[in-house]
T-cell receptor, first 113, second 115 residues
Framework: KNQVEQSPQSLIILEGKNCTLQ??????????LRWYKQDTGRGPVSLTI?????NTKSNGRYTATLDADTKQSSLHITASQLSDSASYIC????????????FGTGTQLKVEL | NAGVTQTPKFQVLKTGQSMTLQCAQD?????MYWYRQDPGMGLRLIYY???????DKGEVPNGYNVSRLNKREFSLRLESAAPSQTSVYFC??????????????FGPGTRLTVT
């Protein structure tokens, strides 16, 4: 069964600090990997989309990396802000014509003063 | 440009009642989707519509029906609500099917409780 596992489940950091969230997946074949940010009570918002041939992609203070050989991705947040408090969800799109994204359960990040 | 809108925002139903969740997008997208999000689980696809006039089952279609009313609107119907359908429902849209790498835009969600 295709799975996406994220770690840690939750994380608390101080404002201004950096953090890295992890995503391991077993989806195969694989088309692309996405990271979403979901604020409490809101729908997910896309941060990055990477194809299997891309190693890194940035969106402001967010940088995603992908190692397709080890089936691992990470999301690095630089100089965190209070507004970064949210759930971060890793999502994998299967290749081979599949249209059903596999969502991870997310990492709940809280940024404190 | 409102993006993806959903109505209602909140709903409480009794077991056995029916209701329709409405979704509309103003981005001229071809593909639309319905997901449910439950605590401790990732979003799961209920149904999707690749283009106007087509619908397909997702991962968890049982107990639901959908209608792609036109290019803008995609509704989700619960014919006989059950407590297991208590969830947060998200509608999403994309220019074309997500497997091609298109961005997917989500609505704000509908929180449904079935008692």
């Amino acid at each position: 069964k295709n799975q996406v596992e994220q770690s840690p489940q939750s994380l608390i950091i101080l404002e201004g600090k950096n953090c890295t969230l992890q995503c391991n997946y077993t989806v195969s074949p694989f088309s692309n990997l996405r990271w979403y940010k979901q604020d409490t009570g809101r729908g997910p918002v896309s941060l990055t989309i990477m194809t299997f041939s891309e190693n890194t992609k940035s969106n402001g203070r967010y940088t995603a990396t992908l190692d397709a050989d080890t089936k691992q991705s990470s999301l690095h947040i630089t100089a965190s802000q209070l507004s970064d408090s949210a759930s971060y969800i890793c999502v994998v799109t299967p290749g081979g014509g599949g249209n059903k994204l596999t969502f991870g359960t997310g990492t709940q990040l809280k940024v404190e003063l | 440009n409102a993006g993806v809108t959903q109505t209602p925002k909140f709903q409480v139903l009794k077991t056995g009642q029916s209701m329709t969740l409405q979704c509309a997008q103003d981005m001229n997208h071809n593909s639309m989707y319905w997901y449910r999000q439950d605590p401790g689980m990732g979003l799961r696809l209920i149904y999707y519509s690749a283009s106007e006039g087509t619908t397909d089952k997702g991962e968890v279609p049982n107990g639901y029906n959908v209608s792609r009313l036109n290019k803008r609107e995609f509704s989700l119907r619960l014919e006989s609500a059950a407590p297991s359908q208590t969830s947060v429902y998200f509608c999403a849209s994309s220019e074309a099917l997500v497997r091609a790498g298109y961005e997917q835009y989500f609505g704000p969600g509908t929180r449904l409780t079935v008692t």
